[in-house]
């Protein structure tokens, strides 16, 4: 079911809003409009009854950001402009829910992006980050929990022999690249269509993430000089990287990738065929050849595909590798890492700079290792519970999707994976382009209305957390039933 639209309004839900940030007081659920039930279809045979959720609140509060930020928001995948529709403003979350400022419950199948691979407010996570913040918020000098963080991340890739924390993905990817340029004395860097590292400058040619959702062919502001030393390659495709090797001998700094791009929907590497190597292990192999480093940019499938991400996924072994996400368990932390003949020539033992004033902070710290020791203790558990309730979902949606006659392919690696709306294959970013992104807005508005909420963009995965079970899966499967044949009457 949808929510009436007969809730209660309050009056000014700005100054609503605001009263309760003011306070941090837990809004008083007594003063707030709740859904008379819940958000889903429990009936397979009945028509669409899928109404436009109330939200008054929401709508006001984007109103005011609109003030403020361009957009109305401080990311701009955030929007939901490529799908239409206002983005609900989030109040709070539990598990794999998320509650927004008009009280209406959402399934949560984005996770922040990635990092809540436990569920939200996860209670080790929430007690660890209250208990550093009694300590202070930030020293600005080291602390025992960099090493206890590092000790764990090491253990769990073994291609990290020696690290750096930074604060985002965006400063992991940059920072690798400088160290490739200058361990290789070469400029040129490989990347690939559709995947997406980060906002740095020379990383946004064809890159994946907004910049694919709002069909941004680079970005204004990043000199060709710079652009220039890019080469968007398309994925999977090895013969384009030997045809790059060949074309700027000795140039080419470094490949980077995403192993399992999730940046342009979630697109798989392809495996070995008839006697033909697999796509990450041609690549590891090519590079190795032409003295390139190999940078792995395990920020989204780090920790989410296996508990050493990709790399252990595919065995494969990288020279540099950057995370994000899940190593800080929903505060601000990226890494790079990798060789030590590499990672030595960072300041102050050699002359590649890079620092940052809250690198390693100690509320990151604390809820990073909470969360990765949390994987590491229960890891047996945790990835195959992800893989079937993934699998359950994504594939009973898919199901959904024939039985109403929507084109649809599906891509999945473990907990993270897209429903494009094209019959596919998609293996690049090309395939993935031929979407039909309006049905996929359509999809979206329905699913969200009954109380789902996927990535609001074709292009972008969607993950889910230990803490969604069957009562979810089902009612994701329900609420697509009825949306598919939303998608369907325009
Ligand atoms: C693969 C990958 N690399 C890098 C980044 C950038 O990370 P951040 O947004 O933390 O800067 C992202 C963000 O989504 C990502 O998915």
């Given at each position: ?158 291609a ?16 690798a690249?400088?160290?490739a340029?200058?361990a290789t004395?070469r400029?040129i860097i490989v990347k690939f ?38 080469l968007?390659l398309?994925?999977?495709?090895l013969?384009a990287v030997e045809?790059a090797f060949a074309?700027h001998?000795g140039a080419i700094a470094a490949v980077i990738l995403?192993p ?17 190597p697999?796509y990450l292990s041609g690549l590891r192999a090519l590079t190795a050849r032409e003295g390139a480093l190999l940078i792995v ?19 494969i072994d990288a020279d540099l590798v ?16 990798g060789k030590?003949?590499f ?148």
């Amino acid at each position: 079911m949808a929510i009436e639209d007969d809730q209660q309004v309050i009056a000014d839900p700005i100054q609503f809003a605001h009263t309760q940030g003011d306070t941090g007081a837990e809004p008083a659920d007594s003063i707030r409009p709740m859904p008379k039930s819940s958000a889903f279809y429990t009936e397979p045979t009945m028509s669409s009854k899928i109404h436009a959720l109330a939200r008054t609140r929401s709508h006001a509060l984007q109103q005011r950001a609109e003030r403020f930020f361009p957009g109305g928001v401080n990311s701009p995948v955030r929007a939901f402009r490529a799908v239409g529709g206002a983005p609900p403003f989030v109040e709070r979350a539990q598990g794999a829910w998320l509650t927004d400022a008009d009280g209406n419950r959402y399934i949560d199948y984005f996770g922040s992006w990635g990092p809540m691979i436990l569920g939200h407010a996860f209670p080790p996570v929430v007690e660890a980050i209250e208990r550093a913040a009694r300590n202070s918020a930030s020293f600005g000098a080291s602390t025992a929990a960099e090493a206890d963080l590092a000790e764990r991340v090491v253990a769990c890739f073994p291609a990290i022999e020696k690290l750096r924390f930074v604060s985002s993905g965006t400063e992991a990817t940059m920072s690798a690249i400088r160290m490739a340029r200058a361990a290789t004395g070469r400029k040129i860097i490989v990347k690939f269509e559709g995947c997406y590292h980060g906002h740095a400058d020379g990383l946004l040619v064809k890159a994946g993430s907004g910049v694919a959702t709002f069909g941004i062919p680079g970005s204004a502001g990043v000199p060709e000089e710079i652009a220039r030393l890019t080469l968007a390659l398309p994925y999977n495709d090895l013969p384009a990287v030997e045809a790059a090797f060949a074309g700027h001998p000795g140039a080419i700094a470094a490949v980077i990738l995403e192993p399992i791009v999730g940046n342009a929907g979630c697109i798989p590497p392809l495996p070995a065929v008839a006697g033909a190597p697999g796509y990450l292990s041609g690549l590891r192999a090519l590079t190795a050849r032409e003295g390139a480093l190999l940078i792995v940019d395990e920020v989204m499938t780090g920790f989410r595909v296996a508990l050493g991400g990709a790399l252990e996924l595919y065995g494969i072994d990288a020279d540099l590798v950057t995370l994000g996400k899940i190593v800080g368990g929903g505060l601000p932390v990226g890494v790079f890492g990798g060789k030590r003949a590499f990672m030595d020539l960072l300041a102050p033992l050699g002359p590649v700079y890079q620092a940052g004033t809250l690198s390693g902070n100690p509320l990151a710290m604390a809820a990073g290792i909470a969360t990765v020791s949390y994987l590491q203790a229960h890891a047996a558990q945790v990835y195959p519970r992800l893989e079937a309730t993934a699998k359950a979902v994504a594939e009973g949606v898919a199901a959904e999707a024939a039985r109403a006659g929507v084109p649809l392919t599906l891509n999945r690696i473990g907990s993270m994976w897209t429903w494009f709306f094209t019959s596919g294959p998609v293996t690049n970013y090309a395939q993935a382009a031929l979407s039909d992104t309006a049905a996929f807005g359509r999809f979206h508005r329905a699913m969200l209305d009954a109380g789902v909420w996927l990535p609001p963009s074709q292009f972008e995965a969607a993950f889910l957390s230990t803490a969604h079970g069957e009562e979810e899966v089902t009612a994701t499967i329900a609420a697509a039933r009825e949306a598919f044949k939303a998608v369907q009457a325009q």
